[in-house]
């Protein structure tokens, strides 16, 4: 590209016999050799010689001359020396500097480099951290980079670790695990970068990843462990949440029931209560239009529905002093045994029962204090 | 010899001289000027001089910024506590001629001198300080001062500048880790239990206060059952009450009735009678009077 350049000029390629192919080549030699054998006359060869001095020096002058062209990409930056001399920095483009007068070097400035960390180091509160970091770099200053420090590089590896130990040696270890670590980065960024400047590196630091942060191995299955018991704590909590939203509407269930049937209850008695004494309301009303009939009669149903259902014996005592024998236990059995166990015997057993049972109950505790 | 050989050979014995008298110093580099060993031009710019050949001898030295890693030393802190404590400088030579007299232009007979002194220096202010500002706070400090002190040696003994000294790793001696870890591992033992015991109070305390809730719920539920069934009781009462207030005497009465019938309804209650009652009162005579 660089000898096809309109300044280039043709006698600067170095190639330019090249036109004719290859075996023009072989034919210029053999007119050479026909020169060099033809002229026997030895006047010739001061001038011929001084021809080929003259085309060896200018081959050279075009050789040296063409090789002080060079191209500087657009990621690139390039330092001029002249005679060992800083001049100056060039951009992107064809530039040519005089070789051997100039030396050349280029840099590029737009590639992101990384270097990588990891070691375990002291954290504020005396413990101890594995930390892994990467920085990502520029060379910013291509001038500084190349000529004001012996390998930027490991310069930068020293000051990232001073900066990461002197930041972690400021955080306490918990911080550092947890939500610390971009602040930790970015101090470390920060922190970088004067000493790089410092040091005139040339170094531009785009970014700093902690990429881990965790205990020692030795110490790790501790770390895990409280993880763990963090978990404990939240599932024997969530256990107990779970007790108290089992019982506590179970109870108020309950209560619910507990509640309706004492409603229940309260509007059977008053209803019972209602009914009854509507019953007794129209008997009285009707009673008391004809006292003494009605209350006979109501007292003869009732004997006669007394004495009808039960045993009965009939003892005319009035003579009353001598002493008579009631078979009572022999005429409960006659009695009892006509009388068919059906149903609905049974059910009147029951419910005597039932009005003799509260009865007693009642006995009782008016017994207690 | 013809003259475009001779030409070009004179040429190249002039270039040959004076390629021999030129010298170039690089950007990167300082240079003196030897005559016979003794220095006569201290510190040569960077770019192209002349010298007399044979006469004259260049030295160049790196001029950049350069290194010295210190190997990691044992220090011990105010507290008696060791560290071990890795620092580099980064110096560069301002004077060329003083570097060169005290050094012979060895630059590891410089970091040697250089090295001694910062472990001196280090020395002294980790003795001062106890561990805790060593590792963290004072730092900064700990360096400047260090790099203030050793400037004034270094430029006027050795020619060079101290840029800055940096502790790179302060670390705890190898036998010390253990117990560290140890220490490490005993409070995360701590925090773990703390966590589940802190897991079981609240459970604890959940259950007790939803217990309690419960117990509240169901008395409560007793009491308004009772106060209602109550209620009912006393509304059925007064029911009752105003209907029997009417007639007393009959409704004591007929209750009666209605309780002789209902205690007297089976084979197997035998009643032993007496024909004196009112029901048999027609019993013994159709009048009814006996």
């Known amino acids: ?369 | 010899m013809n003259r475009g050989l001779l030409s070009m050979a004179v040429l190249l014995v002039v270039a040959m001289l004076v390629s021999s008298c030129l010298f170039v110093v690089k950007e990167t580099e300082r240079a003196v000027v030897l005559k016979f060993g003794e220095v006569v031009r201290p510190d040569v710019e960077p770019g192209i001089h002349w010298k007399i050949p044979f006469v004259h001898t260049v030295r160049r030295f790196d001029g950049r910024i350069l290194t010295m890693d210190a190997r990691a030393e044992r220090y011990l802190t105010l507290e008696k506590k060791a560290l071990m404590v890795d620092a580099y400088a980064k110096w560069r030579i301002i004077e060329v001629r003083k570097f060169y007299t005290a050094t012979q232009g060895e630059e590891a007979r410089a970091q040697a001198l250089l090295g001694q002194r910062i472990n001196d220096g280090l020395r002294n202010e980790i003795g001062r300080r106890d561990m805790h500002e060593v590792v963290s706070g004072e730092r900064d400090q700990l360096m400047e001062a260090l790099t203030r002190e050793l400037n004034n040696v270094a430029k006027s003994e050795l020619g060079v500048e101290v840029v800055d000294i940096r502790v790179k790793r302060i670390d705890l001696p190898a036998e010390v880790s253990p117990k560290v870890y140890e220490r490490m591992k005993s409070e995360r033992e701590r925090e773990a239990r703390e966590h589940r015991s802190r897991g079981q109070e609240l459970a604890e305390g959940i259950r007790a206060s939803a217990d309690r809730e419960r117990t509240i719920i169901q008395s409560e539920a007793y009491r308004d059952a009772e106060r209602l069934r109550g209620e009912g009781d006393a509304v059925a009462s007064e029911v009752y009450a105003d209907a029997y207030n009417r007639n007393p005497e009959f409704y004591a009465f007929w209750r009666s009735l209605n309780a002789y019938e209902n205690s007297f309804r089976s084979k197997s209650d035998v009643l032993v009678i007496s024909p004196d009652s009112d029901f048999f009162k027609y019993m013994d005579s159709q009048s009814g009077k006996r």
């Open chain 1, 1 to 369: 590209m660089a000898w096809n350049e309109p300044g280039g000029g043709k006698d600067k390629d170095p190639w330019g016999g090249g036109d004719q192919g290859p075996p023009d080549l072989d034919e210029a030699f053999r007119k050479l050799k026909q020169k060099l054998g033809g002229s026997g006359g030895r006047g010739d060869l001061p001038a011929f010689s001084g021809n080929i001095a003259g085309i060896v020096v200018a081959v050279i002058i075009a050789l040296w001359a063409f090789g002080g062209f060079y191209t500087v990409d657009e990621a690139e930056r390039a330092v001029v020396l002249r005679f060992g001399r800083y001049l100056e920095t060039v951009d992107q483009g064809l530039h040519w500097n005089p070789p051997m007068v100039d030396e050349v070097i280029k840099e590029n400035i737009t590639r992101v480099r990384s270097s990588a960390h990891r070691t375990l180091m002291l954290t504020q509160d005396d413990n101890i951290v594995d930390v892994s970091l990467s920085v990502q770099y520029r060379v910013a200053d291509p001038k500084a980079f190349l000529l004001e420090v012996r390998d930027p590089e490991t310069s930068l590896g020293h000051a990232t670790e001073s900066a990461l130990r002197h930041v972690v040696g400021s955080t306490e270890l918990h911080q550092i695990l947890t939500e610390g670590r971009a602040q930790v980065a970015s101090d470390v960024r920060t922190r970088l970068q004067r000493y790089l400047d410092l040091y005139h590196t040339g170094i531009a630091v785009d970014k700093v990843n902690i990429e881990d942060a965790q205990p020692p191995d030795d110490v790790q299955a501790a770390f895990d462990d409280v993880i763990r018991a963090k978990e404990d704590e939240e599932r024997v909590k969530n256990e107990a949440e779970s007790y108290k939203n089992g019982i506590i509407p179970e109870a108020r269930g309950m209560a619910q029931r507990q509640n309706e049937e004492a409603n229940a209850y309260k509007e059977q008695v008053i209803a019972r209560a209602q009914g009854e004494a509507a019953r007794f309301q129209s008997l009285l009303t009707q009673y008391e239009r004809a006292p003494q009939v009605t209350r006979q009669r109501l007292y003869l149903d009732s004997m006669e529905a007394v004495l009808a259902s039960s045993s009965k014996v009939l003892v005319d005592a009035k003579g009353g002093n001598n002493m008579m024998y009631l078979p009572l236990d022999k005429m409960m059995t006659q009695s009892s045994s006509p009388v068919p166990l059906n149903e609905q015997t049974l059910r009147q057993l029951n419910e005597r029962n039932e009005r003799a049972l509260p009865a007693a109950r009642d006995q009782r505790q008016g017994v207690q204090p």
